[in-house]
């Protein structure tokens, strides 16, 4: 009688019959890979972009990573996941509102669900965070915590389950997009440029006032991008196996390919290689590389990489100087020039021996139209609604900061903290 009932309590819901379900090794790399996505954010881009911003206005840049992280978690929580990652064409539904049926024993393929969401929360809350590159100094922090969440709810979920939800009418029409070139990238990107449009440029812009504060920082913040990128891309492939590996294999190429392209650029053009081109190419090729990381080999991800470290470099430096819009931290010109970028060559580059899908090089010219149509309809979805939720936000709390505040720094401003004497 002892042994039977020992055995039924191993059988009960949530324990043995539980754990059956999940493969341990796929789940324990996408622990791992979870982490390290959130290592991007926190402390990874909150670093690299404090270290770029003036002495006065790191604090404040860093409370905006800070909060938003917080707010994209609790809205991905109460309605984001059930939004994005739920049955339905345009947008998912609420039967997984504030995580309802989120049980200890309910998987997504080979892993917990509760893994799989923790996996995509820590995307959009890089995603959120990556505009504020975009209207950096100058707007007011109660702004920022309105704009995330709204941006969250009504562009990030939307083009989130397009692209990779359940029925989504992107992903169903073959749009690909691995690790979120179109989703994370093209979509802040657009909405930093946006943002940078709408505020206007810093009073300081194109001033010596504007130069970054704190190198190391910055360069210890790419550090943490890069390493915590893996998370990125060979997690996407949600198991630990051959395309993951692959996905680290071009993610790697990319990155190391971006940098230095940047770097020879920035020495031809204007005279010294400098850390934080250095720090910015690296960025720009680990962008790059995302949408196309589970689809395309190493020479294209070479390709792809000193692609990405030449265009970004020109609208960084050129493009943003001859137009004259105040994108600060280049939230466009890296993330959305390079996730524009790596989407098209995604459909150049794309092997059907690794993520099943050919590419323009093997015959498949229709990829690339394709890859067009997708980024044409984020860049246009993005910036109009981005666009709208900036003037109702200016109307509701206002956007801007005063002239005096902007001069005395947004840390004293917006804080009443400031890091130097």
């Known amino acids: ?160 389950h397009w692209v990779w939800g359940p029925g989504g009418w992107l992903g169903g029409i073959g749009i690909l997009d691995y690790a979120g070139g179109t989703v994370v990238h093209i979509n802040s990107g657009v ?35 890069w390493v915590g990128w893996f998370g990125f891309n060979a997690g996407s492939a949600l198991l630990a196996d051959g395309r993951a590996g692959m996905a680290m294999v071009t993610t790697q190429v990319a990155t190391a390919a971006a940098t230095l392209s940047w770097m020879f650029a920035e020495w031809v053009f204007r005279g010294k290689p400098t850390l934080l081109g250095l720090a910015s190419g690296a960025v720009a090729g680990l962008v790059a590389i995302t949408p196309g990381s589970g ?15 030449l265009c970004c470099f020109w609208s960084a430096v050129y493009l943003k100087n001859w137009l004259g819009y105040d994108d600060a931290l280049d939230a466009f010109g890296i993330h959305g020039v390079g996730g524009i970028l790596g989407a098209l060559l995604t459909g150049v580059f794309a092997t059907k021996a690794i993520g099943g899908t050919p590419g323009l090089l093997e015959g498949n010219p229709s990829l690339v139209a394709l890859q067009s149509f997708g980024v044409i309809v984020t860049v246009v979805y993005g910036a109009l609604l981005t666009w709208v939720i900036l003037k109702a936000v200016d109307a509701l709390v206002g956007l801007r900061v005063s002239e005096e505040e902007e001069f005395e720094g947004l840390d004293i401003s917006q804080h009443g903290e400031q890091l130097y004497d």
Not at 109 to 117: D, F, L, R, T, W
Not at 197 to 212: A, D, H, I
Not at 214 to 222: E, I, K, Q
Request: proline share 3%; aromatic share 10%.
């Open 1 to 160: 009688m002892l042994l039977p009932g020992l055995l039924g309590l191993l059988t009960l819901p949530g324990t043995a019959t539980a754990a059956e379900a999940f493969n341990a090794g796929h789940t324990a790399w996408m622990l791992v890979a979870t982490t390290l996505v959130l290592l991007m954010t926190l402390p990874g881009l909150a670093l690299f972009y404090g270290g770029m911003v003036r002495k006065d206005n790191i604090i404040t840049t860093l409370s905006q990573t800070l909060a938003i992280a917080s707010i994209a978690t609790l809205t991905w929580m109460i309605c984001g996941y059930s939004l994005a990652f739920t049955e339905g064409r345009l947008i998912g539904g609420l039967s997984k509102i504030f995580l309802h049926g989120l049980a200890v024993g309910s998987a997504q393929g080979a892993i917990p669900e509760s893994v799989y969401m923790m996996f995509q929360m820590t995307f959009a809350i890089i995603t959120a965070s990556i505009i504020c590159g975009g209207f950096a100094e100058r707007m007011r922090f109660a702004a920022v915590l309105l704009f995330s969440t709204l941006w969250l709810l009504m562009v990030y979920v939307p083009v989130a």
């Open 191 to 225: 909405a930093g440029l946006v943002a940078a449009l709408v505020l206007g440029k810093r009073r300081q812009f194109g001033s010596e006032l504007s130069k970054p504060h704190n190198l190391v920082l910055t360069m210890t913040g790419a550090s943490l991008l």
């Open 295 to 309: 689809f395309v080999g190493p020479e294209g991800a070479l390709v792809i990489g000193f692609a990405s470290g």
